[in-house]
């Protein structure tokens, strides 16, 4: 199996920007514990403060399905279910 890099684009409603931070923060340290965690960044957009990318690299799609059902990962997500405004996952595969 190849490895597999992910790009998460988050975007989270006006009022919530500070609380989803401190939230999306507390996910990275266990991740890069995680086996078959390669890479695991964060960003947060200089110009829109409500927009966050993930940037992960996975040894393969079966370490980010590991990762999914983690309990840490299961926290996040439901911490961050009313304050998001939009979640999109990109799963790709390094070509060149």
Known sequence: MSKL????KIVIKSDFVE????????LVPPTRRESGCIEYNLQQDNQNPAL????ETWENAAYLEKHINTEHYKAYAKALAVMLDE???NKMTRIA
């Open 52 to 55: 966050f990318i993930f940037y």
């Open 87 to 89: 979640k999109v996952v």
């Open 19 to 26: 609380a989803a931070k401190a939230e999306l923060l507390k």
């Open 5 to 8: 890099t992910v790009v998460a």
